[in-house]
């Protein structure tokens, strides 16, 4: 499986076949759901909409049987607090919200959490599940005493008509919430299908990214200040790197102030804005000597799942095409060796990005360097990084939280008809096993990815809410 650096350098540079025209278009979603949770009125954010999920004032809304959820508006708002995070829905038991996907692919789900204390519910002692289409995605979640609110963000594969968000509270006597929903077809070009597997010291090639559940972690703007889904194309968050940047003297900041040349089949405007590939931390040499030094970022992770690594490359700082090498580190191993962007791009400020799959090492950390490579000048900018972005990928079981399958997440809900869902949740969990010793057999083949993941995805939503009946109604304060 092992693929020389020359291979890997030709793949990725075919995978971005570099046609000379600019694109500037903007992004159109076909599906772009806003959701207002808990509230009767709609809400705007900037300049997005955001549409109240109760029924009786919203007939196209996606929460399933309302009756059994109930609405909470918080008595005293924060002055600024943008009108979504004043209202939410609380989840006695298991509720849904279904989506119609006319746009098959993979999706962007934000899952907004601002919990407040009502007269009568603390919605800080939320305990709770959540699954996306039969991913787990939060399991016994709690979101205790955030000074800003907390936007949880997921990409899904969809092959269905429909995404289907389910929130369950962990016991019976527990409750979840939610304040808003975001469901958005994402870009086309956002995910791609490869990425470069580092194992050790060894590079592979990996295959199927697609069709991976991922968590967004970090998304971060080196070098450059904090961007909101107001000034993103895509509305996502970026942060600056201040806070995971190993200080170094020999690097520096740099901005510019030039156009962003996006070109078609290198990276678009959706996978970085401008704002993100105008600002970055370089190695500069100034003399004769090249500098013995990298620049690193950290970032804390959870052992146990294996991580996206897209790093964003822009070469905003040379004087000339061509003199700029460097070499790119992952927990310390060789990721790619004499990175050259003038051969990928050909001009110069002209993005690119690649995508890295690894392991946390072993103190739950992926480590990012960039630094000079044996093919570096003098006199030359000698290691460039313009954006990080690091995201979760579920595990085997299909959860990007905890060892529970979805199966198994529902199976946990006390009350109901356990006659009927047990046999379910054990052929769940039993096609499961299978899968993965079948998966473990056959890796590297795309094919079976694919068709595996068909059967996969279908199984724990179609459990009908019937099976789950509860009689509790009442809502009491956990104060
Ligand atoms: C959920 O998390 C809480 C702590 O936040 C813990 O006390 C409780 O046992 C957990 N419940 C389950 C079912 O894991
Ligand atoms: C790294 O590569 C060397 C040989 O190039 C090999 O001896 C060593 O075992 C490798 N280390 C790991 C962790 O794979
Ligand atoms: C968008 O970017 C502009 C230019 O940097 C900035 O002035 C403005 O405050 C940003 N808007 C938001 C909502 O962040
Ligand atoms: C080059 O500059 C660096 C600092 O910018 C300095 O530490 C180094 O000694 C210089 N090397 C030479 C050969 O002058
Ligand atoms: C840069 O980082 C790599 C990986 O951790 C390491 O092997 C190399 O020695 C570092 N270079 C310098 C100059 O510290
Ligand atoms: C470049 O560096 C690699 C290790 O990073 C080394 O194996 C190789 O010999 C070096 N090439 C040259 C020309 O020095
Ligand atoms: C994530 O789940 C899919 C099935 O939906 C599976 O094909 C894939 O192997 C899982 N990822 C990992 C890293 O186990």
Not at 268 to 283: K, N, Q
């Amino acid at each position: 499986m092992e693929i020389t650096r020359r291979s890997l350098t030709l793949t990725l540079f075919l995978s971005l076949y570099i046609v000379s025209a600019l694109s500037l278009s903007f992004f159109s979603p076909t599906d772009n759901y806003l959701i207002n949770c808990g509230s009767s009125v709609d809400a705007a954010v900037y300049n997005r909409h955001f549409v109240s999920d109760d029924d009786s004032y919203n007939p196209n809304s996606p929460l399933l049987s309302a009756t059994r959820t109930i609405p909470l508006a918080n008595q005293n708002p924060a002055p600024n607090s943008p009108q979504i995070y004043n209202t939410a829905r609380i989840f006695r038991k298991l509720s849904k919200y279904e989506f119609e996907v006319k746009d098959p692919g993979t999706h962007m789900v934000r899952l907004h959490f601002y919990p407040f204390v009502s007269s009568n519910l603390d919605l800080n002692y939320a305990h709770f599940h959540v699954l996306v289409n039969g991913y787990v995605v939060l399991s016994n979640f709690t979101v205790a005493n955030v000074a800003t609110p907390l936007v949880k963000e997921y990409f899904i594969w969809v092959e269905s008509n429909k995404l289907v968000i389910t929130f369950m509270p962990t016991r019976r006597d527990e409750f979840g919430f939610v304040n808003a929903i975001e469901v958005i077809s994402a870009p086309k070009d956002l995910i791609a299908d490869m990425a470069i597997l580092v194992s050790g010291n060894k590079t592979e090639k990996f295959d199927g990214l697609t069709k991976q559940a991922l968590e967004t972690l970090y998304r971060v703007n080196v070098g450059g200040p904090k961007v909101t889904p107001f000034n993103d194309t895509v509305w996502r968050t970026w942060v600056p790197d201040n806070g995971f940047f190993e200080s170094s003297e020999l690097s520096s900041r740099i901005y510019f102030s030039g156009r962003i040349k996006y070109q078609n089949g290198g990276a678009s405007r959706e996978v970085g804005p401008d704002f993100v590939y105008s600002t970055a931390r370089v190695i500069a040499s100034t003399n004769a000597s090249i500098p013995d030094a990298n620049m690193t970022w950290e970032f804390p992770v959870k052992e146990g799942f294996q991580y996206l690594v897209r790093l964003h490359f822009c070469d905003i700082a040379s004087m000339t095409l061509g003199l700029l090498y460097f070499n790119v580190y992952i927990n310390g191993h060789l990721a790619y060796e004499n990175l050259d962007l003038s051969s990928i791009t050909y001009m110069l400020a002209s993005p690119f990005y690649a995508d890295f799959v690894v392991d946390s090492d072993s103190y739950g950390i992926v480590r990012v360097s960039v630094g000079p490579s044996n093919m570096s000048m003098a006199r030359a900018v000698d290691g460039i990084l313009n954006g990080v972005e690091i995201m979760k990928m579920n595990n085997s079981v299909g959860s990007l939280d905890g060892k529970m399958c979805a199966g198994m997440v529902l199976r946990s809900w006390p009350r109901g008809n356990i006659g009927v869902l047990f046999p379910l949740v054990a052929v769940v969990c039993l096609v499961l096993s299978v899968y993965v010793l079948m998966h473990k057999r056959t890796v590297g083949t795309r094919d079976s990815v694919a068709r595996d993941s068909v059967a996969w995805s279908k199984l724990p939503t179609d459990v009908p809410e019937e099976k789950l009946k509860d009689g509790d109604e009442h809502l009491s304060g956990k104060a």
